[in-house]
């Protein structure tokens, strides 16, 4: 049964933490078969790596691994794959109320949850396992002071103080607390390792302007700006408040209004996370006659997938102390722009050289050329092919406001829709992503991305937002509405921290004065969010660029300076997984440049390893709809693989098998429907990967086709 009290008190244990987290020092490896890191140090520089102050009394919770437990929230395998768990009030949700369906969200919407895709056999709770023991959920200053992000320490009941280990993850895109808990935290809490989580600064972070309320870290609303567990207020200014009377129903996320640039302290957000972790460990361990569990005596790994595998290899960039012994990061949103000069990879007849666009500069391409580029794809059994049929006409007038504007040459629009999809390629993009695009499209993905990271990279005011574009919930003619006390309430747990979500969709004032929803945008929307280098050539005077624009993206450009990576991970072992058919975060432009480029800079000791899995894309959540699952693997298993390698490399001594492609295999489809998912479709590790052995010589990277 779960324990609904704190035990430890509050006061008492944040002014513990407050003194104890100045002694936390951080040395690098400490058994005979760990490598010893760059920079590892048991002196100054480990005191004073990523100083954290606890903000607000730390909340701890207990779960007894039946009515609720760590890892699914007492829901088990079954209820996972059930409807969403409810409110006793929908108006009024309990914490542990949210927490739960936060929990549920994050599963349904990071892993295959159907018994066919291989959870609860393969991954995922196996055989209905529950994890009991202690959870506790804090609040952490940013670095430079402005801000909090939120910490959650999980300690399961088979924590083996003897043999320590701490699993620091981050979460995925711009989720909350709990988004990395479906993922790398399964690894660890299955293992008997205590898992640290950061939400790297992002997190639901929502403030509803109508109602100047926004959340705790523990899913409560509240309308109290001094509340020290507040996840994100906007500071008072009166051009926001002009803001807010101008375009009613307005709601802020804390990823693009904090003002802050989030990305840019993320590998600190981790390593401040990990300080916690071991505080909090050692408080609720008593340590009355017994040994701190320090880094320099306990196994620590770092895992993440996607943005939360961007936050992992930041934090290895940045961790001169040593704190981590080992990595692993799947599909990392790893940015290298303007390091990879001189660096080329070669894969199949395809040569991209100079690889390593940045996230902001891929996504502005796809936003600009995908949908055009769509009537020149072929493949009908592609994912939601079907759609871009129906959606032909507003497709061919996307290609032909591309003509308009000079970025595509005059003619039919099937000839505009070749030559869309020709630049997508010409600029380093595999055939395996574009393939997805008809469902990146359906989810109007791009269009989702461009406002959010534009107003983070430029740290603009919520006041002006980029493009015009700014977000509030709709009704069913897309114009503002308030957002409902029910919606409002669970926010927290069925937000993604990114519009559109919860209701809440893209605005944006039309040529009539009104607000509306954006939709799936427009061509000349496109563009105003497009990096410069992508309009050159354009008919200016066609493109009707808003005042302010040029001004804004040269904010975006000097925010994406500020979250260049070096790909310097020290000497520990590090793994990097992606899918060949990510087609949001495309392998040339990240995993592979960044492999690359560490082999530029590589110390000599470094053992980063690269594996591709063949039949990989971005969302394995999506593996269960029509046209997945029998051309498509789950990233999942090898995130739990590479755990295992890791592990065993750290422990003993098992060398990690080279960088190489993973040949997996899709399911077959047998009666109309696929097989259910084995271990043989995922592939195969090898000591001796053979002809599949990614290689690196004389600056190029050679990736097997």
Known sequence: MRNSGHGIGAAALAAALAAALVALAGCGGATATRPATAGASAGADGMQQAPAEIVGGPIRQQYDGASDDLLTAGLGAEGLRGPPPGFADPLRPTAAELRRRAIYMAYRGLVDVTEGGGFGRLYGPIGGRRVAGVEYLVAVRTPEGRATTTVLLQIPADFDAANPCLVAVASSGSRGIYGALPTAG????????????????????AWDLDRARGYRIDGLLTDDAADPLLTFAPPADPALAAFARENP?????????????????????????????????NEERGLVGRKRLAPDNTLVLAAGISNGGAVVLRALERDRAGWIDGAIASEPNAIVHGRTAGLTIESGGMRVRDAGVALYDYTGLHYLYQPCALLAETDPAAPFAPQTVQARPRLEQWCRELQEMGLLPAGE?????????????????????????????????????????????????????????????????????????????R????????????????VRRGADGERRAVGDGSARLAACFAPDRLLEGANRAALDLPAGRDEVLARVRAGQEEIAMSARVGNRPVIVVHGRADSLIPVNHTSRAYYALNH???????????????????????????????????????????????????????????????RSRPREVVGGRPVALEARHLGELRADPGADAITFDDGVLRVPE
Request: glycine share 12%; hydrophobic share 40%.
């Open 186 to 205: 399964e690894w660890g809490l299955k293992r008997g390792c205590a898992v640290v989580h950061t939400d790297k600064g992002t997190g639901i972070g």
């Open 249 to 281: 129903h307005s709601v802020l996320f804390k990823h693009a209004h904090s003002g802050v640039n989030p990305e840019a302290d993320w590998g600190t957000y981790l390593l401040q996370a990990i300080r916690v972790g071991f505080e909090l460990l």
């Open 413 to 489: 629009p099937a000839a505009a829709a070749r030559a869309a999809r020709q630049r997508l390629l010409d600029e380093g993009m595999l055939p395996e992503g574009l393939r997805l695009g008809h469902f990146n499209h359906a989810l109007t993905l791009w269009q989702a991305l461009t406002p959010t990271y534009s107003a983070a990279y430029s740290r603009g005011s919520p006041a002006a937002p980029p493009c015009g574009v700014s977000f509030a919930p709709v009704d069913s003619a897309g114009r503002p509405r308030a957002l409902t006390d029910e919606e409002a309430a």
């Open 491 to 506: 926010l927290w747990a069925d937000g993604t921290g990114i519009a559109p979500t919860g209701g809440i969709a893209l």
């Open 600 to 662: 530029r800079v590589r110390e000599s000791r470094d053992e980063l390893r690269y594996w591709e899995l063949q039949h990989g894309q971005h969302f394995d959540a999506f593996l269960g709809l029509p046209g997945f699952a029998e051309s498509y693997v789950p990233m999942q298993p090898w995130l739990l693989r590479g755990l295992d390698a890791l592990h065993a490399r750290l422990t003993r001594g098992t060398p990690l098998p080279p960088s190489q492609v993973l």
